[in-house]
């Protein structure tokens, strides 16, 4: 004859302990999870500026500001900010509105690599433009991703 008190407590027990190591493993991925949110929060810093979404202004003023923080050169600001200055200054430049550069967005160094190898391309590079470029979406990576990703 079967216990059935006996068989009844034991499966009480095993499913009692089974809820039991099932709850700790969730409480134990929960904290792991917060852990690595806190890593990855305090490992990558706050930027102010979000160079792969952006509109022209906004780039013209990051440029501006990187300038007076020391990041980027005179040319390289002159060159960030031409356009939308041009197009404030005339209210469009080669079919873009002052409406548009103000609000629509681009990546700003996909833009410039995308420039670059046209450029290449149609032969009209010198080194210089070339070194030029590279440079620009180097500092501008850094600045962005926070490593050298042009290596």
């Given at each position: 004859m079967i216990n059935s008190v006996g068989i009844?407590?034991?499966y009480q027990v095993s499913t009692a302990n089974s809820q039991a190591t099932h709850s700790n493993q969730v409480q134990n991925h929960q904290r792991l999870s917060e852990s690595n949110k806190t890593e990855y929060t305090h490992s990558a810093p706050e930027r102010q500026f979000d160079f792969s979404n952006m509109t022209?202004?906004?780039q013209s003023e990051a440029a501006e500001e990187l300038?007076?923080?020391g990041v980027l050169s005179f040319g390289e600001?002159?060159?960030m900010t031409g356009r939308y200055n041009l197009i404030k200054h005339d209210g469009q430049l080669g079919g873009t509105t002052l409406a548009q550069a103000q609000s629509e967005?681009?990546?700003v160094i996909t833009q410039l690599k995308d420039n670059l190898a046209s450029v290449k391309q149609q032969?009209?590079?010198t080194d210089d433009v070339v070194k030029n470029y590279e440079s620009m979406i180097r500092k501008l990576e850094v600045y962005q991703y926070g490593l050298?990703?042009?290596a």
């Open positions: 009844n407590s034991y022209l202004k906004e300038y007076q923080q600001v002159a060159f967005k681009f990546n032969g009209m590079a050298n990703t042009s």
